[in-house]
């Protein structure tokens, strides 16, 4: 069983489109993240979530939308895509303090033509 | 913000050989993580270091964590094909569900 799960792989989209990314975790965990890493492969978080509560929104374009409907899963929805928001984007979630490390899932290539 | 400062940003090196990458930082911090990602994979944790001086082991990976509590080294020895690909320092200054700040990575090429 895969413990961090995020669909699609690989989404190819148009300027302007909406599209939603989906990530699901069975480990357990009660926090949850959204990175994005760009073509120079540096990871930076977006969000967090601990608990279906929000607790970290780093400075983010308002298109973007993350939601959790319960502590095993956080969506990210993006608005009016643009060129720059191709990137990869990866879900992880954790139990509890960062420190003792995330558990990522595979990522999400998006790219935005 | 707070920046981990990784180096060297990539290495090539011959199957066999040791390698060996470093992170500093001007803050002082906890905890030191240290990530490799394969090709189209996430980022998979190898080594957590929890306390100044520190040294850990993972096969033929050696972590360790400065004295400083601002750096933080990762050793590769006898180097293999299937060692290739980016690894990441991180860390989370402390904070409970705090977010993880990573380096920015070196990128590491083995030729067979």
């Known amino acids: 069983d895969t413990a961090v799960s995020q669909t699609p792989k690989y989404l190819v989209t148009q300027m302007g489109n909406d599209k939603s990314i989906k990530c699901e975790q069975n480990?357990?965990?009660?926090?949850m993240y959204w990175y994005k890493q760009d073509s120079k492969k540096f990871l930076k978080i977006m969000f967090s979530?601990?608990?279906?509560?929000?607790?970290i929104n780093e400075t983010v374009p308002n298109r973007f939308s993350p939601k959790s409907p319960d502590k095993a899963h956080l969506n990210l929805h993006i608005n009016s895509l643009e060129l720059g928001d191709s990137a990869v984007y990866f879900c992880?979630?954790?139990?509890?303090?960062?420190?003792?490390?995330?558990?990522f899932g595979s990522g999400t290539r998006l790219t935005v033509v | 913000g707070q920046q981990l400062n990784q180096s060297p940003q990539s290495m090539f090196i011959q199957e066999g050989e040791d390698v060996s990458m470093n992170c500093t930082s001007s803050?002082?911090?906890?905890?030191w993580l240290w990530y490799k990602q394969d090709p189209g994979e996430g980022p998979v944790l190898l080594i957590a270091?929890?306390?100044?001086?520190e040294l850990t082991s993972n096969g033929r990976l050696t972590a360790q964590f400065g004295i400083t509590r601002k750096d933080s080294f990762l050793n590769i020895s006898a180097s293999i094909p299937s060692d290739v690909g980016i690894y990441f320092c991180?860390?989370?200054?402390?904070?409970?569900?705090?977010?993880?700040?990573f380096g920015q990575g070196t990128i590491l090429t083995v030729h067979p």
């Open positions: 992880a979630s954790s139990q509890g303090r960062a420190g003792y490390g995330y558990t």
């Open positions: 480990l357990g965990h009660d926090t």
């Open positions: 979530y601990n608990n279906k509560e929000l607790i």
């Open positions: 803050s002082i911090f906890n905890t």
């Open positions: 270091l929890y306390k100044a001086g």
């Open positions: 991180a860390n989370a200054g402390g904070t409970s569900y705090g977010k993880l700040t």
